[in-house]
């Protein structure tokens, strides 16, 4: 007998299979809340989670005094393969495309879909001022105090409070603070490998990663990827066979670009993997907060007792992106880390730590993202549909369960470097795929964040890329016919 508190996830599962497979077509009505509960033998509260779970997916719409119905769903346009990266590591040279790139996706007159991030307008920028004002001024004797240590301790209690919703028990003494999650994995990785060593990856993966591994002149292994459900476990373990990889670096939940989260029976295998194997993995969970599944939300490390696996984390995406306050809880490599921050930066602002404390302490929080899930997901589902109207014929774009990060690959003849080049012109900035490689892969790729603010300007910057595509394909010369 299942426990009640994952009941209404089974009931929720049932359902969404029955969505997503047709059996139940879009506008159908759905049981009402009392049915739903006597026909699974549930309190009226489980059933109430159950479709709150299918809401979240946007499988479901409550329309009010009629009850609940099967969402209408956008025209659903294919979605990308499972990626192919070559068998052998590389060394990593970037960083130099990143940093272009990347100067228009912040730039002032620019629409970008160049950046993975919300825009302000999806944070309480009023409660972030408040609580930094108050910070500041409850606390002022620490404006003028060295802070010592790892991270005030409030602070480091709240993200230990926080790591629950990752089915994480952290000690929060174990919990180093950082100033983002990009510094947390660069600790972890300085703390496991040396230069020349081997790390593996998702394929396509997050260029900031790959920043990292070029910083360090660590070698990436590009493992094959599914754009839903994440890297591929049995191509890792045949590159574990047969290569002296050092360590693993993931975004299991809501990987960056391709939106995919491990299901949680990878989760586990990954787990016992990596302790069998004796290898670090870095868990990258910024994105947790944003998955439509609950499962989803529960990291690799809420399976791993052995200290193995190395959360890093940062509230850049969901609270506050402005504050700079990241974290790490590096397991069995706790004690290299927390020198190796030492060392390089000592410790962070204690009034800003303190402020990211009393935010994370909100019982709000979980309205707040449940909010920004929806938000983003109407958003996703709309530009998906203007993506399927608008780009070359045979373009594919994934379908992420969260998250406003999408990845369009289109037909061959498109090259992504030249698309980027001609959005410019007109001031739109994009992510072009080579960005996510380290073996000059996904050159008929893009990279689009419809995270930022969102409007008309927006549709049609959007159409036009897709415009902008499609004539790079009328302009390429024509294939050879097959013999
Ligand atoms: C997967 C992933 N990790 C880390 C970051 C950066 O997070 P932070 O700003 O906390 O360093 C990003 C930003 O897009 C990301 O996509």
Redesign the pocket.
């Known amino acids: 007998m299942l426990a009640e508190d994952t009941k209404y996830l089974q009931i929720a599962q049932t359902l969404a299979t029955s969505i997503r497979g047709g059996v139940l077509a879009r506008g159908e009505r759905l049981p009402s809340l009392r049915d739903l509960a006597a026909q699974h033998g549930v309190s009226l509260s489980t059933a109430v989670q159950a479709y709150r779970a299918l809401e979240d997916m946007r499988l479901v719409e409550t329309r009010p005094r009629s009850g609940f119905f099967v969402a209408a769903r956008p025209p659903r346009p294919p979605v990308p393969e499972a990626t192919q990266p070559p068998p052998d590591s590389r060394e990593v040279d970037i960083d130099a495309l990143a940093a272009h790139t990347l100067r228009f996706a912040h730039e002032q007159g620019y629409i970008s879909f160049g950046?993975?991030?919300p825009s302000d307008e999806l944070f309480s920028v009023e409660r972030i001022r408040r609580t930094v004002m108050r910070a500041a001024q409850r606390h002022r004797a620490v404006l003028c105090e060295y802070a010592l240590g790892s991270g005030h301790d409030e602070l480091r209690r709240a993200v230990a409070r926080y790591a629950l919703r990752l089915g994480c028990q952290l000690k929060p003494r174990d919990i180093v603070a950082t100033n983002?999650?990009?510094?947390s994995?660069t600790l972890c990785l300085r703390a496991v490998t040396r230069p020349g060593d081997i790390v593996a990856l998702e394929s396509p993966t997050?260029f900031?990663?790959l920043e990292i591994l070029q910083s360090l002149h660590l070698r990436a292994l590009e493992i094959p990827t599914h754009p839903r459900d994440g890297l591929s476990l049995d191509a890792l373990e045949l590159a574990l066979d047969t290569q002296p990889v050092k360590a693993l670096l993931l975004?299991p939940t809501l990987?960056?670009p391709m939106g995919g989260s491990l299901p949680t029976a990878d989760r586990k295998r990954l787990a016992r993997l990596v302790s069998e194997r004796g290898i670090a993995m870095v868990e990258?969970v910024?994105?947790n907060d944003l998955a439509e599944q609950e499962e989803r939300r529960r990291a690799v490390r809420s399976f791993d007792p052995t200290g193995h696996v190395m959360l890093c984390g940062?509230?850049?995406?969901t609270i506050a992106?402005g504050l700079?306050v990241?974290w790490v809880e590096a397991g069995r490599w706790t004690e290299p880390v927390r020198r190796m921050k030492m060392a390089t930066s000592g410790s962070q602002t204690t009034f800003v730590e303190l402020a990211m404390a009393e935010l994370l302490g909100h019982t709000g929080n979980e309205a707040g993202f449940r909010q920004m899930r929806h938000t983003i997901g109407v958003r996703v589902d709309e530009a998906r549909r203007l993506i399927a109207g608008s780009f070359p014929k045979g373009t594919r774009v994934t379908d992420p369960a969260g998250g406003y990060?999408l990845w369009v690959e289109m037909p061959r003849v498109v090259d992504s470097q030249a698309l980027f080049t001609a959005c410019l012109a007109e001031r739109i900035a994009i992510a072009p795929g080579t960005l996510f490689s380290a073996s000059d892969r996904y050159r008929h790729c893009i990279r689009l964040g419809v995270g930022g603010r969102w409007d008309d300007a927006q549709r049609h910057a959007l159409m036009r890329i897709g415009e902008l595509a499609r004539a790079l394909v009328a302009a390429a010369p024509a294939l050879p016919a097959a013999a």
Do not use: M, T
Not at 180 to 183: M, R, T, Y
Not at 314 to 317: E, G, L, P, V
């Open positions: 950046a993975a991030s983002s999650c990009l510094e994995i997050y900031g990663f975004s990987s960056n990258d910024l994105h940062s509230f850049s995406k992106p700079r990241g990060v």
